[in-house]
């Protein structure tokens, strides 16, 4: 489990300006469980990148923001949110790499990681978000289909 002092001191910030009282309250307004607010609360760990989504999507934040990649808060939100499969599968087009064995090679990500992805149209851990958002150079928040801005936000 990663730890981020920054995570966490954004966190605390966002959830302490909370109107709601209790921690576990906080935690169903977000639409976290109660460990999950409890382990950034009070040890920065990062949680699943679809936590962090749900936060940053109650905050009107963007991701790259709660994990400290970027002072700045300025967050629009699409109007047609994408999933990240569809956005990782457009922009591997888009670079004219022909094969989930050939991007994984360009990012240095196994295949298997890549293929179960697609398969299984999930998400991977923010490291993973992070390393192929840089090599395409968008935002994490593009690549996570939450914005159709894909300007880096660092």
């Not at 699943?48 to 936060?55: E, F, K, V």
């Not at 991701?63 to 956005?87: C, H, M, Q, W």
């Not at 990681?113 to 968008?138: G, H, M, S, T």
Request: aromatic share 12%; proline share 4%; hydrophobic share 35%.
């Amino acid at each position: 489990m990663a730890t981020s002092e920054e995570f966490q001191k954004r966190f605390i910030e966002l959830t302490d300006d909370m109107q709601e009282q209790g921690k576990t309250n906080k935690s169903v307004l977000i639409g976290i469980s109660s460990a999950t607010f409890y382990n950034a609360y009070n040890y920065g760990i990062v949680p699943r990148t679809p936590s962090l989504m749900r936060i940053a999507d109650h905050f009107k934040i963007s991701v790259e923001y709660l994990i400290g990649l970027t002072d700045s808060e300025y967050f629009v939100k699409s109007a047609n949110p994408s999933t990240f499969t569809e956005r990782l599968n457009d922009l591997r087009l888009e670079n004219r790499i022909p094969t989930i064995y050939e991007l994984s090679q360009k990012l240095h990500i196994h295949r298997n990681n890549i293929r179960q992805w697609f398969k299984l149209n999930c998400l991977p851990l923010i490291d993973d978000v992070i390393i192929i958002a840089d090599y395409f150079e968008v935002s994490v928040d593009y690549l996570l289909g939450r914005t159709d801005d894909r300007t880096p936000y660092r």
